[in-house]
């Protein structure tokens, strides 16, 4: 096991570490009891609870990285203990978590504040923070578990949050349905965690996480050498659900429904990070196919999704496929063996995924004031009414555009130096693997160039160009005729307001430049958040390639910094100026079939529809019908013989049993009908009768003496 | 003057004691059922003369007097309710 290293004897950070996990779940628990009755609906206690998390987390990361040795942080205690059965719990806090603690809290922080101003008015503003603060909980024990089958809990947790905030505004049935979706995909990943981590269990007899990373074939309890694979696999699709990747990746559009800050604050930074967070953690235990098919998958992914985000309209769309690209970029940095890669492109890409979308809630709200003081009939999301927003919304703008540089990937910015490093990892994995493998990074960077038109169109057709607001579009692609074009002003007074919402998006822009991860703009090799991770690897350090020795190696990346440089913003410029230009775009009448192939996602979801949702559908009414009709008839028939029995009783009961004893009555009344007859009420017959029986008498003593 | 035999004064009483007690059950008149306990009340008498001497056939035909005058006066109250003195019309004491 590895040793726990405190650097405070007094185990100040325990308390630390305790209060980091602890808040957010304390706030959780009071929020859904108090919520309601607090003053202001308990915003500012979900808020706080989430920096004093932050806050920890912070302490906590300065106080273990400022020593030079590798620390962990460990905390374990008895959970379930069961005969030969031995289960631990508690955290295990190596660089990886303390990294993504901070990330998560911090992000989740900037969500908080923008909520405030986003959520404002909304009838369930209480409930909005329970579920908050519980996904938070549920993420940081992702995070920090030391032991898997406490990772498995947190993350159903994290998925139950997930599914509560999609369907949030639970009146819109596409809501509830997409959050049904999610929830559904997400579980059929668990069922692959599931055995996952029962394979890991029958393998090597524990489920504590530096232990399970320790484990060498033929150690522990023992076991065929394919639950390897079973495990690495189930552990796989665990994560593909929860991280949207192919073929588990179409709840993520769906879950746009739900508020934009939680699409920035899940489905962007944190939440469909945990997959990649779990491969990143239990790489060791990987065998090298199961990790090829995770770059495959992942790069397939990524194309796939950048293609579908090309034609979208709705601007929540293009950045819930520009996210699952994203994440196949660092599905595709696990797989080839660079996790650091991963994880790097995953703190970078939470910043400017988040940034973004907070940057479009923002653009949503405005347009959703603008509908209400126009009185329009528009869809806010669709970017077709849009256009020329760039100078209404300066400051969304500037921070829009500085986060599409990083997502793009443009030198001097974040996402340049995260996705370089992924590309030139895939690249040295691929050169060693040879042939049909170099394919692989070679799609991964034309999909880089895909994610540079689609972002750019995205970029035109909100910011530049003339206003297309008040134009009600009529089919896919149409905007109008350019004859009707009538654009309605700007209203006065809708001013970009709102320092809780501004405040974050100016931050996390902060955060988009290059500065703060490296201080070569070019090449991250020596990014201490790279170092950090390196450092903590079970395996030997990371071999980066160095742009000096190895020609290979120096051409790759050279290249690659062409691309960047070069054809990135060439393609920036030509979507730019296809969708910038002069106001309406009229698209063509019909949507080629290629744009209609790529608007339906490939038609993935009907082909599961067609497959899945129908038989299972069909099943219910089957399972209905059987229900309703042979058991319930069933029952019915069985009621019916208890009833005719009852009623069989009842006339046995009515006939005989009664039917004796009116009988006997009857003779009774007959014996006394009989007997009253002598009551005649003739004084002479009494009489003659009292003289009858006077001399029977009379004879009877004359005979008997 | 010689004695009368016994058996003349018994078989003269059963004699009236039969036709009084004929009257009473077969007559639809209740005077003529007063008359044939009269009769039977008079056999009776004449049986107590037979064994008994004169002196408590006086007492009885006394007795028989006082009977007769109140029977007399319910006859006479039966009349007013029921309007009728046949005895075979008054069953109010049928079932």
């Known amino acids: 096991m590895t040793l726990s290293i405190d650097t405070f004897p007094d185990h100040s950070l325990t308390v630390l570490v305790w209060i980091v996990l ?49 620390q962990v942080l460990r905390y374990s205690f008895t959970w379930v203990q069961a005969g030969s059965l031995h289960i631990q719990a508690g955290y295990y806090l190596d660089s990886l978590s303390l990294i993504m603690l901070v990330l998560v809290t911090f992000i989740a922080l900037l969500v908080h504040l923008y909520s405030i101003g986003y959520m404002k008015g909304d009838p369930r503003y209480h409930r909005y923070w329970a579920y908050l603060s519980l996904f938070l909980a549920a993420m940081l024990g992702v995070v920090a578990s030391g032991n898997l089958l406490v990772t498995y809990m947190c993350w159903e947790l994290v998925g139950l949050a997930s599914y509560l905030m999609i369907g949030f505004w639970l009146e819109r049935d596409k809501a509830v349905q997409a959050g049904k979706k999610a929830f559904i995909i997400n579980r059929i990943g668990d069922l692959g965690f599931l055995t996952g981590l029962m394979a890991l269990f029958s393998l090597t007899g524990t489920f504590d996480i530096p232990a399970l990373n320790q484990y060498m074939p033929g150690e522990g309890t023992g076991g065929p050498g394919w639950l390897v694979y079973l495990a690495a696999g189930g552990l796989a699709l665990g994560a593909f659900a929860k991280s949207a990747q192919f073929p588990l990746h179409t709840w993520l559009p769906d879950a746009m429904e739900g508020p934009t800050s939680i699409s920035a604050l899940i489905h962007a930074a944190t939440m469909v990070a945990a997959g990649v967070f779990l491969l990143a953690r239990l790489h060791p235990l990987f065998p090298e196919e199961v990790l090829s098919v995770i770059a495959v998958l992942g790069t397939l992914t990524a194309f796939l999704a950048a293609s579908v985000a090309l034609v979208q309209y709705d601007i929540k769309k293009v950045l819930a496929w520009s996210t699952i690209s994203q994440l196949g970029y660092m599905m595709l940095g696990i797989g080839t063996g660079s996790y650091q890669g991963a994880i790097f492109h995953l703190v970078t890409h939470a910043f400017f995924k988040c940034l973004l979308f907070l940057a479009a809630g923002f653009i949503i709200h405005q347009m959703h004031e603008l509908k209400h003081r126009r009185g329009l009939d528009i869809d806010e999301q669709d970017m077709r009414h849009m256009g020329g927003l760039r100078k209404h919304l300066p400051l969304t703008f500037t921070v829009y555009t500085l986060g599409a540089a990083a997502l793009v990937g443009l030198p001097f910015f974040s996402g340049f130096l995260s996705k370089e490093m ?82 974050p998006m100016i931050l996390l822009a902060l955060f988009t430049v290059f500065a703060w991860f490296s201080l070569n703009p070019f090449h991250a090799e020596d990014a201490p958040l790279v170092r950090a991770l390196t450092v903590t690897a079970a395996e030997p350090a990371l071999e980066l390639p160095d742009p000096a020795p190895g020609g290979a190696a120096r051409w790759i990346g050279g290249s690659l ?132 029986g006077l001399i029977l008498l009379f004879l009877v003593t004359l005979f008997m003496i | ?81 029921y309007k009728t003195i046949d005895p075979e019309k008054i069953k109010d004491l049928k079932y």
Not at chain 1, 569 to 598: D, E, I, M, N, W
Not at chain 2, 4 to 16: R, V
Not at chain 2, 22 to 34: D, G
């Open chain 2, 1 to 81: 003057m010689e004695l009368i035999p016994l058996e003349h004064y018994l078989i003269i009483s059963a004699l009236l004691f039969c036709i009084g007690l004929y009257a009473v059950f077969s007559r639809r008149n209740a005077i003529l059922v007063l008359i044939g306990v009269e009769f039977m009340l008079n056999a009776a008498i004449l049986n107590l003369v037979a064994f008994g001497g004169h002196l408590f056939a006086v007492f009885a035909i006394v007795l028989a007097a006082a009977t007769v005058a109140v029977a007399l006066a319910i006859i006479m109250n039966v009349y007013s309710h």
């Open chain 1, 422 to 503: 992924i590309l030139l990892e895939a690249f040295h994995w691929s050169t060693a693997k040879g042939g049909a493998w170099n394919l692989v990074p070679v799609a991964a960077t034309f999909t880089a160039l895909l994610t540079a038109w689609y972002i750019g169109r995205q970029w035109s057709l909100v910011f530049w160009g003339k206003p297309r607001t008040g134009q009600p579009a009529a089919g896919p692609g149409r905007v109008n005729d350019p004859g009707e074009f009538d654009p309605l002003a700007w209203p006065e007074g809708l001013k970009e307001t709102g320092w809780s919402m501004k405040l």
């Open chain 1, 561 to 692: 910094l062409v691309v960047s440089g070069l054809l990135v913003p060439l393609v920036l410029a030509g979507s730019c100026r296809k969708y910038a230009g002069p106001a309406p775009f009229t698209p063509p009448a019909r949507q080629h079939p290629v744009a209609k192939f790529l608007y339906e996602g490939w038609y993935i979801d009907k082909i599961y529809n067609r497959i899945f949702t129908r038989p299972v559908m069909k099943l219910a009414e089957a399972a209905r019908f059987s229900d309703r009709k042979i058991i319930d008839g069933l029952i019915h028939t069985l009621a019916g013989f208890g009833v005719g029995l009852s009623k069989f009783i009842a006339w046995t009961d009515k006939y005989l049993v009664d039917g004796f004893f009116r009988w006997m009555a009857a003779r009774v009344r007959s014996a006394g009908d009989f007997f009253r007859g002598f009551q005649t009420g003739s004084v002479q017959q009494y009489f003659a009768l009292a003289m009858l």
């Open chain 1, 22 to 70: 602890g808040s957010p779940f304390l706030a959780f628990v009071l929020q859904s009891f108090l919520g309601e009755k607090l003053p202001r609906k308990g915003d500012w206690l979900s808020l706080s609870c989430n920096a004093v998390s932050f806050a920890a987390a912070l302490l906590l990361s300065l106080n273990v990285f400022s020593g030079s040795a590798e």
